[in-house]
Protein backbone atom coordinates (compact mmCIF):
# COMPACT_ATOMS: atom_id res chain seq x y z
CA UNK A 1 0.00 0.00 0.00
CA UNK A 2 0.95 3.38 -0.49
CA UNK A 3 0.44 6.49 1.96
CA UNK A 4 -2.54 7.26 0.96
CA UNK A 5 -5.20 7.70 3.81
CA UNK A 6 -7.29 4.77 4.01
CA UNK A 7 -10.42 5.77 2.99
CA UNK A 8 -14.37 4.46 5.46
CA UNK A 9 -15.83 4.40 1.98
CA UNK A 10 -15.77 1.75 -0.55
CA UNK A 11 -17.23 2.01 -4.15
CA UNK A 12 -18.53 -1.38 -5.49
CA UNK A 13 -18.81 -1.14 -9.30
CA UNK A 14 -20.74 -3.58 -10.89
CA UNK A 15 -19.68 -4.98 -14.78
CA UNK A 16 -20.14 -8.26 -14.76
CA UNK A 17 -23.61 -8.11 -16.87
CA UNK A 18 -23.10 -9.44 -20.45
CA UNK A 19 -25.47 -6.69 -22.21
CA UNK A 20 -27.37 -9.17 -24.15
CA UNK A 21 -29.81 -6.20 -25.05
CA UNK A 22 -26.75 -3.67 -25.94
CA UNK A 23 -26.17 -6.43 -28.53
CA UNK A 24 -22.68 -5.06 -29.06
CA UNK A 25 -20.89 -8.44 -29.10
CA UNK A 26 -18.88 -7.78 -25.85
CA UNK A 27 -19.93 -7.79 -22.21
CA UNK A 28 -21.48 -4.27 -21.86
CA UNK A 29 -19.09 -2.49 -19.40
CA UNK A 30 -16.41 -3.36 -22.14
CA UNK A 31 -17.82 -1.49 -25.07
CA UNK A 32 -16.69 1.51 -26.38
CA UNK A 33 -18.67 4.79 -25.75
CA UNK A 34 -16.12 6.74 -27.74
CA UNK A 35 -12.39 6.11 -27.22
CA UNK A 36 -12.88 4.72 -24.05
CA UNK A 37 -15.01 2.19 -22.71
CA UNK A 38 -18.64 2.30 -20.39
CA UNK A 39 -16.34 1.08 -17.64
CA UNK A 40 -13.73 3.54 -18.43
CA UNK A 41 -15.79 6.55 -18.25
CA UNK A 42 -17.86 4.98 -14.90
CA UNK A 43 -14.08 4.90 -13.40
CA UNK A 44 -13.85 8.04 -14.68
CA UNK A 45 -16.59 9.54 -12.52
CA UNK A 46 -15.88 7.24 -9.46
CA UNK A 47 -12.27 8.42 -9.73
CA UNK A 48 -13.06 11.88 -9.90
CA UNK A 49 -14.91 11.80 -6.25
CA UNK A 50 -14.21 11.52 -3.07
CA UNK A 51 -11.51 9.26 -2.43
CA UNK A 52 -13.05 5.68 -1.65
CA UNK A 53 -12.01 2.05 -2.08
CA UNK A 54 -12.72 0.72 -5.83
CA UNK A 55 -13.64 -2.58 -6.40
CA UNK A 56 -14.66 -3.60 -9.71
CA UNK A 57 -16.81 -6.73 -10.69
CA UNK A 58 -16.05 -7.97 -13.79
CA UNK A 59 -17.20 -11.09 -15.82
CA UNK A 60 -14.95 -14.59 -15.58
CA UNK A 61 -12.53 -13.41 -18.44
CA UNK A 62 -12.09 -10.46 -18.36
CA UNK A 63 -10.64 -9.46 -14.94
CA UNK A 64 -7.53 -8.03 -17.09
CA UNK A 65 -9.41 -5.87 -18.99
CA UNK A 66 -10.85 -4.41 -15.83
CA UNK A 67 -7.80 -3.97 -14.58
CA UNK A 68 -6.21 -1.68 -17.62
CA UNK A 69 -9.58 0.64 -17.15
CA UNK A 70 -9.12 0.55 -13.55
CA UNK A 71 -5.31 1.55 -13.90
CA UNK A 72 -6.33 4.48 -16.54
CA UNK A 73 -8.93 6.02 -14.24
CA UNK A 74 -7.35 5.91 -11.11
CA UNK A 75 -3.90 7.41 -12.08
CA UNK A 76 -2.23 7.79 -8.21
CA UNK A 77 -5.09 5.85 -6.82
CA UNK A 78 -4.58 3.15 -8.34
CA UNK A 79 -3.72 1.39 -4.79
CA UNK A 80 -7.24 1.84 -3.61
CA UNK A 81 -9.06 -0.48 -6.49
CA UNK A 82 -9.41 -3.74 -7.09
CA UNK A 83 -11.05 -6.13 -9.55
CA UNK A 84 -12.87 -9.21 -8.40
CA UNK A 85 -15.10 -11.91 -10.75
CA UNK A 86 -18.29 -11.69 -10.94
CA UNK A 87 -21.26 -14.11 -10.36
CA UNK A 88 -24.44 -15.95 -12.03
CA UNK A 89 -26.14 -12.89 -11.19
CA UNK A 90 -26.05 -9.17 -10.25
CA UNK A 91 -26.72 -10.33 -6.50
CA UNK A 92 -24.05 -12.51 -6.85
CA UNK A 93 -21.77 -9.87 -7.91
CA UNK A 94 -22.45 -7.27 -5.11
CA UNK A 95 -21.67 -10.13 -2.64
CA UNK A 96 -18.62 -10.64 -4.17
CA UNK A 97 -17.41 -6.89 -4.28
CA UNK A 98 -18.34 -6.96 -0.27
CA UNK A 99 -16.53 -10.09 0.51
CA UNK A 100 -13.45 -7.78 -0.86
CA UNK A 101 -14.07 -4.66 1.38
CA UNK A 102 -11.31 -3.45 3.77
CA UNK A 103 -11.82 -3.64 7.60
CA UNK A 104 -11.76 0.17 7.72
CA UNK A 105 -14.76 0.55 5.64
CA UNK A 106 -18.31 1.49 7.36
CA UNK A 107 -20.17 2.76 4.02
CA UNK A 108 -21.02 1.30 0.64
CA UNK A 109 -21.81 2.81 -2.60
CA UNK A 110 -23.07 0.22 -5.20
CA UNK A 111 -22.45 1.42 -8.59
CA UNK A 112 -23.43 0.15 -11.85
CA UNK A 113 -20.80 0.53 -14.59
CA UNK A 114 -23.83 0.67 -17.20
CA UNK A 115 -24.84 4.35 -15.85
CA UNK A 116 -21.18 5.73 -17.09
CA UNK A 117 -21.71 9.41 -17.43
CA UNK A 118 -23.08 9.75 -13.49
CA UNK A 119 -21.48 12.82 -12.29
CA UNK A 120 -19.20 12.96 -9.30
CA UNK A 121 -21.40 15.16 -7.44
CA UNK A 122 -23.57 12.48 -7.38
CA UNK A 123 -21.60 10.29 -6.55
CA UNK A 124 -20.15 12.02 -3.15
CA UNK A 125 -23.94 13.57 -2.61
CA UNK A 126 -24.91 9.75 -2.06
CA UNK A 127 -21.97 8.71 0.38
CA UNK A 128 -22.52 12.22 2.35
CA UNK A 129 -26.20 10.87 3.19
CA UNK A 130 -25.75 7.52 4.13
CA UNK A 131 -27.13 7.34 7.66
CA UNK A 132 -26.18 5.25 10.64
CA UNK A 133 -29.19 2.60 10.05
CA UNK A 134 -30.37 4.26 6.67
CA UNK A 135 -29.29 3.25 3.26
CA UNK A 136 -29.95 6.28 0.32
CA UNK A 137 -30.22 6.35 -3.50
CA UNK A 138 -30.29 8.89 -6.11
CA UNK A 139 -33.59 9.69 -7.86
CA UNK A 140 -34.82 11.74 -10.72
CA UNK A 141 -38.94 12.37 -10.92
CA UNK A 142 -40.87 10.30 -13.51
CA UNK A 143 -41.41 12.46 -16.47
CA UNK A 144 -43.78 10.25 -18.38
CA UNK A 145 -47.72 10.56 -18.42
CA UNK A 146 -48.39 6.56 -16.77
CA UNK A 147 -51.50 4.42 -17.38
CA UNK A 148 -52.41 1.03 -15.36
CA UNK A 149 -53.56 -1.29 -18.41
CA UNK A 150 -54.78 -4.42 -18.51
CA UNK A 151 -54.26 -6.39 -22.00
CA UNK A 152 -54.78 -3.62 -24.44
CA UNK A 153 -57.28 -1.73 -22.54
CA UNK A 154 -56.12 1.32 -20.69
CA UNK A 155 -58.27 1.31 -17.05
CA UNK A 156 -56.80 4.40 -15.48
CA UNK A 157 -53.78 6.66 -14.79
CA UNK A 158 -50.91 6.76 -12.44
CA UNK A 159 -50.09 9.55 -10.03
CA UNK A 160 -46.59 10.49 -10.28
CA UNK A 161 -46.10 11.95 -7.86
CA UNK A 162 -45.91 8.71 -5.39
CA UNK A 163 -43.35 7.55 -7.95
CA UNK A 164 -39.67 8.29 -8.76
CA UNK A 165 -36.83 6.24 -10.95
CA UNK A 166 -34.14 5.07 -9.42
CA UNK A 167 -30.20 5.56 -10.21
CA UNK A 168 -27.32 4.26 -8.83
CA UNK A 169 -24.77 4.45 -6.78
CA UNK A 170 -26.68 3.28 -3.84
CA UNK A 171 -25.39 3.62 -0.52
CA UNK A 172 -25.57 2.14 2.76
CA UNK A 173 -23.99 1.12 6.39
CA UNK A 174 -21.44 -1.34 5.77
CA UNK A 175 -23.13 -3.96 8.75
CA UNK A 176 -26.33 -3.63 7.97
CA UNK A 177 -25.90 -4.05 4.27
CA UNK A 178 -23.60 -7.17 4.76
CA UNK A 179 -26.17 -8.61 7.03
CA UNK A 180 -29.34 -8.22 4.80
CA UNK A 181 -27.03 -9.84 2.06
CA UNK A 182 -26.53 -12.73 4.25
CA UNK A 183 -30.32 -12.63 5.03
CA UNK A 184 -31.02 -12.70 0.79
CA UNK A 185 -28.82 -15.41 0.41
CA UNK A 186 -30.56 -17.77 3.10
CA UNK A 187 -33.61 -17.20 1.78
CA UNK A 188 -32.64 -17.80 -1.88
CA UNK A 189 -34.21 -14.61 -3.16
CA UNK A 190 -32.94 -12.36 -5.92
CA UNK A 191 -34.14 -8.74 -5.25
CA UNK A 192 -34.08 -5.94 -8.21
CA UNK A 193 -31.51 -3.61 -6.73
CA UNK A 194 -29.59 -3.17 -3.53
CA UNK A 195 -31.95 -0.44 -2.10
CA UNK A 196 -35.14 -3.84 -2.38
CA UNK A 197 -32.67 -5.91 -0.84
CA UNK A 198 -32.17 -3.57 2.02
CA UNK A 199 -35.30 -2.53 2.77
CA UNK A 200 -36.62 -6.05 2.52
CA UNK A 201 -34.32 -6.71 5.64
CA UNK A 202 -36.34 -4.08 7.62
CA UNK A 203 -34.63 -0.93 6.86
CA UNK A 204 -34.78 2.49 5.69
CA UNK A 205 -34.32 4.16 2.42
CA UNK A 206 -34.38 7.61 1.73
CA UNK A 207 -33.72 9.12 -1.68
CA UNK A 208 -31.94 12.41 -2.83
CA UNK A 209 -31.69 13.93 -6.42
CA UNK A 210 -30.59 12.17 -9.27
CA UNK A 211 -28.75 13.65 -12.35
CA UNK A 212 -30.33 13.09 -16.23
CA UNK A 213 -27.13 12.08 -16.89
CA UNK A 214 -27.19 9.36 -14.63
CA UNK A 215 -29.41 6.79 -17.02
CA UNK A 216 -28.14 3.53 -17.64
CA UNK A 217 -27.11 2.01 -20.61
CA UNK A 218 -29.06 -0.61 -21.78
CA UNK A 219 -29.82 -0.69 -25.56
CA UNK A 220 -28.05 0.44 -28.66
CA UNK A 221 -30.40 3.66 -28.16
CA UNK A 222 -28.99 4.24 -24.96
CA UNK A 223 -25.36 4.40 -26.19
CA UNK A 224 -26.19 6.17 -29.20
CA UNK A 225 -27.32 8.60 -25.93
CA UNK A 226 -23.98 8.59 -24.43
CA UNK A 227 -22.03 9.11 -27.62
CA UNK A 228 -23.78 12.27 -28.48
CA UNK A 229 -23.90 13.60 -25.10
CA UNK A 230 -19.67 12.97 -24.60
CA UNK A 231 -19.70 14.45 -29.01
CA UNK A 232 -21.33 17.67 -27.44
CA UNK A 233 -19.23 18.52 -24.43
CA UNK A 234 -16.19 18.01 -26.90
CA UNK A 235 -17.46 20.36 -29.41
CA UNK A 236 -18.97 22.36 -27.21
CA UNK A 237 -17.10 23.08 -24.17
CA UNK A 238 -18.45 25.23 -21.18
CA UNK A 239 -17.17 28.48 -21.53
CA UNK A 240 -14.91 29.82 -18.11
CA UNK A 241 -16.78 32.85 -16.59
CA UNK A 242 -15.66 36.26 -18.59
CA UNK A 243 -13.01 38.74 -16.84
CA UNK A 244 -15.80 40.47 -15.21
CA UNK A 245 -16.23 39.12 -11.92
CA UNK A 246 -19.12 41.08 -10.52
CA UNK A 247 -23.85 39.62 -10.97
CA UNK A 248 -24.51 39.25 -14.45
CA UNK A 249 -27.86 39.44 -15.92
CA UNK A 250 -29.58 37.41 -18.62
CA UNK A 251 -32.90 37.58 -20.31
CA UNK A 252 -34.85 34.65 -21.91
CA UNK A 253 -37.94 34.68 -23.79
CA UNK A 254 -40.40 31.95 -25.07
CA UNK A 255 -43.96 31.18 -27.05
CA UNK A 256 -45.71 28.15 -27.52
CA UNK A 257 -49.06 27.40 -29.27
CA UNK A 258 -51.46 25.22 -28.16
CA UNK A 259 -52.11 21.97 -29.48
CA UNK A 260 -49.89 19.56 -27.76
CA UNK A 261 -50.96 16.50 -26.43
CA UNK A 262 -52.09 15.93 -23.03
CA UNK A 263 -52.52 17.82 -19.59
CA UNK A 264 -50.79 21.91 -20.10
CA UNK A 265 -47.82 22.04 -18.20
CA UNK A 266 -46.49 25.43 -17.08
CA UNK A 267 -44.14 26.16 -14.61
CA UNK A 268 -43.07 23.57 -13.15
CA UNK A 269 -46.98 22.09 -12.85
CA UNK A 270 -49.82 20.21 -14.53
CA UNK A 271 -52.62 21.95 -15.33
CA UNK A 272 -55.47 19.21 -15.24
CA UNK A 273 -58.30 20.45 -17.65
CA UNK A 274 -56.32 22.76 -19.89
CA UNK A 275 -55.25 22.42 -22.96
CA UNK A 276 -51.56 21.87 -23.54
CA UNK A 277 -49.01 23.46 -25.11
CA UNK A 278 -47.31 21.94 -28.46
CA UNK A 279 -43.08 21.75 -27.71
CA UNK A 280 -40.35 19.33 -28.00
CA UNK A 281 -40.63 18.43 -24.90
CA UNK A 282 -43.56 19.67 -22.56
CA UNK A 283 -43.90 22.85 -23.94
CA UNK A 284 -43.26 24.95 -20.06
CA UNK A 285 -42.90 28.17 -21.85
CA UNK A 286 -41.80 29.73 -18.36
CA UNK A 287 -39.33 26.96 -17.51
CA UNK A 288 -37.68 27.47 -21.46
CA UNK A 289 -37.90 31.17 -20.50
CA UNK A 290 -36.09 30.89 -17.28
CA UNK A 291 -33.79 28.37 -18.83
CA UNK A 292 -32.79 30.62 -22.04
CA UNK A 293 -32.41 33.60 -18.84
CA UNK A 294 -29.92 31.57 -16.75
CA UNK A 295 -27.72 30.65 -19.77
CA UNK A 296 -27.60 34.14 -21.14
CA UNK A 297 -26.51 35.78 -17.88
CA UNK A 298 -23.72 32.72 -17.59
CA UNK A 299 -22.94 33.44 -21.72
CA UNK A 300 -23.22 29.69 -22.03
CA UNK A 301 -25.64 29.49 -25.32
CA UNK A 302 -29.16 28.95 -25.47
CA UNK A 303 -31.78 26.41 -24.90
CA UNK A 304 -31.68 25.23 -28.34
CA UNK A 305 -27.68 24.46 -27.85
CA UNK A 306 -28.27 22.69 -24.72
CA UNK A 307 -31.76 20.90 -24.89
CA UNK A 308 -33.10 21.62 -28.39
CA UNK A 309 -34.02 18.71 -31.23
CA UNK A 310 -30.71 17.65 -31.42
CA UNK A 311 -30.95 16.35 -28.07
CA UNK A 312 -33.74 13.47 -27.91
CA UNK A 313 -33.12 12.68 -24.12
CA UNK A 314 -34.85 15.59 -23.29
CA UNK A 315 -37.77 15.24 -25.27
CA UNK A 316 -41.22 14.89 -22.92
CA UNK A 317 -38.83 15.84 -20.25
CA UNK A 318 -40.51 18.26 -17.83
CA UNK A 319 -39.44 21.51 -15.61
CA UNK A 320 -37.16 19.68 -12.66
CA UNK A 321 -35.09 18.29 -15.76
CA UNK A 322 -34.35 21.37 -17.98
CA UNK A 323 -33.80 23.85 -14.83
CA UNK A 324 -31.65 20.94 -12.65
CA UNK A 325 -29.28 20.45 -15.52
CA UNK A 326 -29.00 24.39 -16.40
CA UNK A 327 -28.06 24.56 -12.67
CA UNK A 328 -25.10 21.90 -13.63
CA UNK A 329 -24.25 23.51 -16.21
CA UNK A 330 -23.28 26.97 -14.76
CA UNK A 331 -22.00 25.34 -11.64
CA UNK A 332 -19.60 23.59 -14.08
CA UNK A 333 -18.97 27.06 -15.54
CA UNK A 334 -18.63 28.51 -11.90
CA UNK A 335 -21.42 30.24 -11.71
CA UNK A 336 -23.93 30.63 -8.98
CA UNK A 337 -27.84 31.44 -9.41
CA UNK A 338 -28.82 34.44 -7.38
CA UNK A 339 -32.43 35.05 -8.78
CA UNK A 340 -35.23 34.81 -11.25
CA UNK A 341 -38.33 36.32 -11.93
CA UNK A 342 -40.60 35.37 -14.84
CA UNK A 343 -44.18 37.18 -16.40
CA UNK A 344 -46.16 34.98 -18.43
CA UNK A 345 -48.94 36.43 -21.18
CA UNK A 346 -51.93 34.26 -21.91
CA UNK A 347 -55.94 34.50 -21.23
CA UNK A 348 -55.49 30.73 -19.27
CA UNK A 349 -54.67 29.09 -17.34
CA UNK A 350 -55.87 31.23 -14.13
CA UNK A 351 -52.40 31.20 -12.27
CA UNK A 352 -52.90 33.23 -8.55
CA UNK A 353 -54.37 30.48 -6.93
CA UNK A 354 -51.32 28.48 -7.49
CA UNK A 355 -48.24 30.65 -7.65
CA UNK A 356 -46.58 29.70 -4.39
CA UNK A 357 -46.78 26.40 -5.27
CA UNK A 358 -44.97 27.31 -9.06
CA UNK A 359 -42.62 29.50 -7.43
CA UNK A 360 -41.67 26.86 -4.72
CA UNK A 361 -41.51 23.98 -7.28
CA UNK A 362 -39.12 26.25 -10.11
CA UNK A 363 -37.17 27.28 -6.99
CA UNK A 364 -36.32 23.43 -5.57
CA UNK A 365 -35.14 22.27 -9.14
CA UNK A 366 -32.88 25.14 -9.36
CA UNK A 367 -31.37 23.98 -5.86
CA UNK A 368 -33.49 26.43 -3.61
CA UNK A 369 -32.25 30.09 -5.56
CA UNK A 370 -35.66 32.50 -5.34
CA UNK A 371 -37.93 32.48 -7.90
CA UNK A 372 -41.12 34.77 -8.60
CA UNK A 373 -43.73 34.49 -11.20
CA UNK A 374 -46.25 36.72 -12.35
CA UNK A 375 -49.21 36.20 -15.25
CA UNK A 376 -50.77 39.19 -17.29
CA UNK A 377 -53.31 39.19 -20.27
CA UNK A 378 -52.51 41.26 -23.70
CA UNK A 379 -56.76 42.80 -23.38
CA UNK A 380 -57.51 40.81 -26.50
CA UNK A 381 -54.60 41.93 -28.08
CA UNK A 382 -52.08 39.87 -30.39
CA UNK A 383 -51.73 35.88 -30.19
CA UNK A 384 -52.20 35.54 -26.78
CA UNK A 385 -54.91 38.02 -26.33
CA UNK A 386 -57.21 35.76 -29.40
CA UNK A 387 -56.02 32.38 -26.94
CA UNK A 388 -53.60 30.97 -29.90
CA UNK A 389 -50.70 30.11 -26.94
CA UNK A 390 -48.64 31.38 -24.34
CA UNK A 391 -45.57 33.79 -24.27
CA UNK A 392 -42.99 34.58 -21.56
CA UNK A 393 -40.07 36.91 -20.00
CA UNK A 394 -37.80 36.05 -18.25
CA UNK A 395 -34.54 37.86 -16.34
CA UNK A 396 -31.87 35.71 -14.25
CA UNK A 397 -29.42 37.18 -12.12
CA UNK A 398 -25.66 34.66 -11.68
CA UNK A 399 -22.65 35.44 -9.35
CA UNK A 400 -19.56 33.68 -10.26
CA UNK A 401 -18.42 31.65 -7.08
Known amino acids: MSMLPVPDTA ?8 GTRLDA ?3 KAFVGIDTHSILRHALDGVFAADPAQVIVVAPAGYEGDAETE ?14 VTGGRTRQE ?4 GLDALWGDVTRVLVHDAARALTPPEVIDAVAGAIGDE ?17 GDAVIAPVDRSELAAAQT ?47 KITTPADLERARHLLADVDASPVAPPAAWQGPRVGIGTDVHAFGGEGSLWLAGLEWPGEPALSGHSDGDVVAHAIVDALLGAAGLGDIGEHFGTA ?33 FQGNRPRFSGRRADAEQALSAALGGAPVSVTATTTDGLGFTGRGEGIAVTAIAMVHPR
Open 134 to 150: SGVIPTLPVVDTLKRVD
Open 25 to 27: GAP
Open 311 to 343: HPEFAGAHAEVFLARTRELLAEAGFVIGNVSAQ
Open 70 to 83: LRASAGDRADLGRV
Open 93 to 96: SVAA
Open 11 to 18: IIVVAAGS
Open 169 to 215: PQGFPRALLEAAYGEATASGIEYTDDAALFAAAGHLVRHIAGSPRGF
